[in-house]
């Protein structure tokens, strides 16, 4: 974007617009009757800037400078603003026409008061903006060329504001290497209260305070890193920050009352001992630090509270490679999401083993940590979860965020229906095309009162308070999410809250809750409860995730010469439908070492290669697989013969459309397939022991299942399979790429940076 602007003016010549002079000069704004100039009160400082070679030309007084200018941006203190737009008045109105002003000012409701009071009216052609950045250091000394560089600047046009102004401002702040944004003024004023005003109002009483104590020579002498880190702001530039705190007085006001509501909040939990409410405030904190820095960097919770490199991940599989050896894979996610949901309602102490530090599985429990519950860890698959009771959740102080994890926002819908409180639900652009209604029509029926946006989709706004009844349901579609969601309304629910499923799904809800000692009763394919009652912690031990455990049963089946163990996998009834697919095809796969762990039937499932033929999938399994298919199509193309599948319409609603995303990728590598509105006909064969397809580009969707479906598939390629958008793969299976190694698959990463 090339900045057309024939003379800039920048008034006020210290770090910001010095900085500001240094990044144009950078960027190539210089020669061909393109000049900078500058205004400031000390002539010491125009000097300079000539002298670094910032400007062209400056002086002390504004009105000689004006003339020719096409932008002028302003780069005063806060409160010097008035007195600047006060001698712009008069020379705006007879100055060319096509003059641009725009300024760097961190409050803005002020400036705007002042720019009427000043022109008489919000001038069109002024677009106020703030650029975030800075340092303790002040004066043009201290300009920086890159000081904006990755820096967000946040303009705040107004309706009436010109859109060739804004346009071109636009384009000033992008040739620094900044990304701009826009926001109204009174949201600018209010986040930036509390994420700069505050923290420097902090850091300035807190140095203040210790340095007017008699022993404060040997505090400073010991003070470790965290202090100085801390305070680092506290030495930027008094007078700055006094008219920023005097011009935005109401939003930091605000500001420091909630902050100091929280300090006394954790003054009497030290006072009185409470560790739990420590605990709560201090990994609360602790996590969402790492939280809320992947969702600004747009990446996954995981590789931001791993520290791993952000940006699109792209998967480069090599063909060929065999498969063996004993692994475990991670912890099943679907129980992990429950563990954590029941086990902060419960009275007590649950200690969770085996959790799956996944980002879906992470978000619930970040959710429940901002809904008041203590929880320590995750650390190497164990959770202390520090129960409130069936009542002593309490309101979030904005929305929970899900990311793409639709289990938790179903299950989340039914327990918070029976809260006292209003919550908002939301996750990432995934799910938010993902419906809803299949819950939030029930939940409307037991007396909930739910929003949602057009066609049923997230985000899901709760009202809380409302009397919940207990109704009788019968599922058009099976699905576990929605019969969890009804049973975890129905422990709020006066009465009894009756689910019938059309085909057997996932229990693991049903289980967990006997596990925490509430009574749930089943008759063939009905399940029910009755409200009112408690749940009291118990130990869980999370078995090792049937749907992770998926992707290598096929791989070890599809690869000559494979012979694999899965430890400790799960093998509920109601989730073993891989297992019995795979061995519908005729796959040497044998569960061993059968047991019982927390009421989840466990085993070690070993599997050999056998050649695999097609089948006609019974529609009765395909409820029990439903996650486990874009593997098992994997499986479908090594298969002599055709396998087809009917009944799986519920395919199309996951993190993507995975008959069509299956389809699609099948169809790059040659494989051929005809897919129906419910499932694909899938045409596999080849030699025994050679490439049964070709390689390709393949194109993941943001779908974890699509991406390790296709870098499974390597293993019978005739060449390389590459595999874009795999970030999410974090999601559902971390470590996913380790575990593909160790076994035999040829598997490099690589950053994709957009």
Known sequence: ??????????????????????????????????????????????????????????????????????????????????????????????????????????????????????????????????????????????????????????LTPQADTDPDALARVRALWVATGAEVLEMEIERHDQVLARTSHLPHLLAFSLVDTLARQDERLEIFRYAAGGFRDFTRIAGSDPVMWRDIFIANRDAVLEALDDFEGGVARLRRAVEAGDTDAMLATFDRASHARHYFESLLNQTSYQAEYQMQPHGNLRYRVSPGGGVSGRIRVPGDKSISHRSIMLGALAEGVTEVKGFLEGEDSLATLQAFREMGVAIEGPHQGRVTIHGVGMRGLKAPSGPLYVGNAGTAMRLFAGLLAGQAFDTELTGDASLTKRPMGRVADPLREMGAVIETAEGGRPPLKIKGGQRLTGIAYDMPMASAQVKSCLLLAGLYAEGETRVREPAPTRDHTERMLAGFGYAVQRDGNTCWLTGGGKLIAAPI??????????????????????????????????????????????????????????????????????????????????????????????????????????????????????????????????????????????????????????????????????????????????????????????????????????????????????
Request: charged share 20%; proline share 5%; glycine share 12%.
């Open 1 to 154: 974007m090339r900045i057309e602007e024939s003379r800039i003016l920048i008034v006020g010549l210290g770090l910001i617009g010095g900085s500001l002079a240094a990044a144009l000069r950078r960027s190539g704004f210089a020669g061909e009757g393109r000049e900078i100039v500058a205004c400031d009160p000390d002539a010491g400082e125009i000097e300079r800037g000539i002298a670094m070679g910032l400007i062209e030309r400056g002086g002390t007084r504004l009105a000689p400078l004006v003339e020719g200018c096409s932008l002028i941006v302003l780069a005063v203190p806060v409160l010097a603003m008035r007195g600047v737009m006060d001698e712009l008045a008069g020379w705006l109105e007879r100055a060319a026409p096509g003059v641009v002003i725009t300024d760097v000012g961190s409050t803005k409701a002020t400036l705007r008061e002042a720019a009427r009071s000043a022109f008489g009216r919000m001038p069109t052609n002024l677009v106020l903006g703030h650029p975030i950045a800075g340092s303790e250091k002040s004066g043009v000394a201290a300009a920086n060329a890159e000081l904006y560089v990755g820096h967000k600047v946040i």
């Open 541 to 754: 031990d999370v078995p090792s995730d049937i749907s992770s455990a998926t992707f290598f049963l096929v791989a070890a089946a599809i690869s000559p010469g494979s012979d694999l163990v899965l430890e400790h996998v799960g093998i509920n009834p109601t989730r073993i439908g891989v297992i019995n697919i795979l061995q519908l095809m005729g796959a040497d796969l044998h569960l061993e070492n059968q047991r019982e762990v927390g009421g989840e039937p466990v085993a070690d499932l070993h599997i050999r290669y056998a050649p695999l033929k097609g089948i006609d999938i019974p529609v009765e399994q395909v409820p029990l697989a439903i996650d486990e298919f874009p593997a098992l199509f994997v499986a479908a193309a090594n298969a002599e013969g055709v396998t087809r599948l009917r009944g799986a319409g519920e395919l199309r609603v996951k993190e993507s459309d995975r008959l069509q995303a299956m389809a699609n990728g099948l169809t790059v590598l040659g494989v051929e397939n005809r897919l129906h509105e419910d499932g694909i006909d899938i045409v596999g064969g080849g030699p025994e022991d050679g490439p049964n397809y070709g390689g390709g580009h393949i194109d993941s969707l943001g779908d974890h299942r699509i991406a390790m479906a296709f870098a499974i598939a390597a293993l019978r390629a005739s060449s390389e399979i590459i595999i874009d958008d795999c970030a999410n793969v974090a999601t559902s299976f971390p470590g996913f790429i380790d575990l593909a190694r160790r076994v035999g698959l040829v598997l490099e990463e690589a950053q994709e940076v957009s």
